[in-house]
């Protein structure tokens, strides 16, 4: 009997591309509000996802994240400056370069640290790096950075499409079919016995940090270019780094799919709760309740209702088999 395995093995990439293969009709069917709420949700996807290979396949919750978010963003923003002059598509794996460096750089030592005092830390370095930016005048300082305008929201949409289609297929096939993977789920379970076995945890740690701030880099750059305007506070605010990670605590952490359902969730009841009440106060305490749900009937996350969910398939995937 022929195997099915490497078949199966496949359909998350089939997956993702039939997805992404629907999602460019997409623009041809609605307005272009919703267009821009739609380039948003892949954005957070995304970042989403970024953080879960620190957080959810690591197993360190980083609140500094946004960081990396506006260095990509300024690094786009400062290049794309008359006096420089350098093209959008130029831009992006320069920012991508300024990120990894800098969180090899500071992820040696900080990744030896646990638990809240490895979140503490990069919270601080992230506050660091944010008031730097609101003194230092290449930045712009607390008057902000414009950028040049491009107001074309098919080619954003697009842009963010084609970077999310290809973040999600890379991570599935980093993180659960390579060597790489196994090692970082073993240091996240055990960290000693990971070590015992030959490991080199602090190594595979600095990568999966570097790897993971370089991708949220990416999109903080082409999201400077979409908004045309940033400033420290719109692109390294805490902010930032707390929706990536409530994102993934709501979707499934530790699983690739979950973040992109969770950021999906989130994103639009965000949207619209703003559009119905004008602004996002009331947004808080429902995102406080949704978590207390999630955390009380769903521990694994929305992703645990899908078929091929957490543990044995989820709700919807034990009712599917019974049917």
């Not at 993977?181 to 602090?202: F, S």
């Not at 989820?314 to 599917?320: A, D, F, I, T």
């Amino acid at each position: 009997m022929v195997s099915k395995r490497p078949r199966r093995s496949l359909l998350p990439v089939v997956a993702v591309v039939a997805g992404a293969a629907a999602l460019a009709a997409l623009p041809a069917f609605i307005d272009p509000y919703s267009l821009r709420i739609a380039t948003g949700v892949l954005m957070w996807a995304g970042l989403a996802c970024a953080w879960n290979i620190v957080g959810g396949y690591a197993g360190y919750i980083s609140f500094g994240h946004s960081a990396f978010f506006g260095i990509g963003a300024y690094v786009t923003g400062i290049l794309m400056q008359r006096e420089v002059g350098l093209a959008f598509a130029a831009t992006l794996p320069l920012g991508v370069l300024v990120a990894v460096a800098i969180a090899a750089a500071i992820g040696g030592p900080t990744l030896r640290l646990r638990g809240a005092y490895f979140a503490i830390a990069t919270w601080a370095f992230a506050e660091m790096l944010m008031q730097l930016a609101t003194v230092l005048d290449v930045t712009g300082g607390t008057g902000g950075l414009s950028l040049p305008a491009y107001l074309n929201e098919f080619f954003f949409f697009y842009v963010m499409l084609g970077v999310a289609a290809v973040v999600y297929v890379g991570a599935w096939f980093l993180l659960e079919r390579t060597r790489f993977g196994y090692r970082l789920k073993a240091l996240r379970d055990h960290e000693p016995a990971a070590e015992a076995l030959g490991i080199h945890t602090t190594r595979v740690k600095v990568q999966a940090f570097a790897l993971s701030a370089g991708i949220t880099s990416l999109f903080g750059s082409i999201y400077a270019y979409w908004v045309t305007f940033i400033d420290p506070r719109s692109v390294m605010g805490p902010e930032i780094t707390d929706q990536m990670v409530v994102m993934v605590l709501l979707g499934g952490l530790g699983t690739v799919w979950g973040p992109a359902l969770g950021a999906t969730v989130l994103w639009l009841t965000n949207r619209y709760i703003w559009s119905s009440f004008g602004d996002t106060v009331v947004y808080l305490p429902i995102l406080g309740l949704l978590i207390a749900l999630i955390v009380l009937f769903l521990p694994n996350g929305l992703i645990s209702l899908l078929p091929g969910g957490r543990r044995g398939g989820g709700v919807l995937g034990r009712l599917w088999r019974k049917l």
